[in-house]
């Protein structure tokens, strides 16, 4: 069987509420994803993600940030909470963080580069890696300049990382995937990739390789193409990987293989 981990997913949505524990107990074995990395991205998250974590010691583990639609939720006391959370074995890194130019009407572009320059401060101190969400509105791109000035200003990556983030759900074009291969980041693929007329993500991955990327589904959101209009979840990563691998002309196996290894090596997982 092959082996696959889930980079990205939010078990602890209500979506999961009537059947989290048989998901997680044998759904997810059963399809072969070995390591389901929750994503805390509001305060009312994190403690959450990392119970999840304690509940399944050997499959789940944990990343804690502010997304940027939830910016205005974050306090001063809120900040400091975060900052004595992150350091936790747990956490794996700072996430999801970055700009999203498509909820300014709930979260204002000013306080999002704010709360954005506050998260990468915490992960400069605790030197652990990125998860970027980063959305552009229409063929506006301002939020991936934004984002990656920001980054060069106020980033110190970890000096012994194997990688130091990840472009988390990426879609967009080769130009922007370059800019954050360049910083030594890997592409976040989930169900996106599949969709018919998303053809300029399927070649900046191509342009990009395989040894650049690892799987995600962003679950309960962006079921892969044949599952629209469903639920996603974890049991789903074969399926993107089957689209992944169709396309770039590669074995299944080795796609597996390529993208397990660098989410452990990214997320420090056993």
Known sequence: MNLFIDSHAHINDPAFDTDRQTLLSQTLPQAGVIHSVEIGCAPDEWQPALALCGAYPQLVRAVLGVHPEYAPQ?????LRQ???LLPDKRNKAVGEIGLDYTCQDISPKDLQQNTFIQ??????????PLVLHVRREGEDYSAYEDTFRLLKHNW???ANAAFPGVLHCFCARYEEAKRALDMGMLLGINGCFSYKKNEYIREAV???GA????????CPYLSPQGKRGQRNDPSNIPLIASFVADYLNIPLAQLAEITTRNAKALYDLP
């Open 74 to 78: 974050l306090t001063p006391d809120g």
């Open 82 to 84: 975060l900052a004595a």
């Open 119 to 128: 998260m990468l401060e915490l992960a400069n101190q605790v030197q652990k």
């Open 156 to 158: 110190k990556p970890a």
């Open 206 to 208: 191509k342009k990009a």
């Open 211 to 218: 040894d650049k990327i690892i799987l995600e589904t962003d």
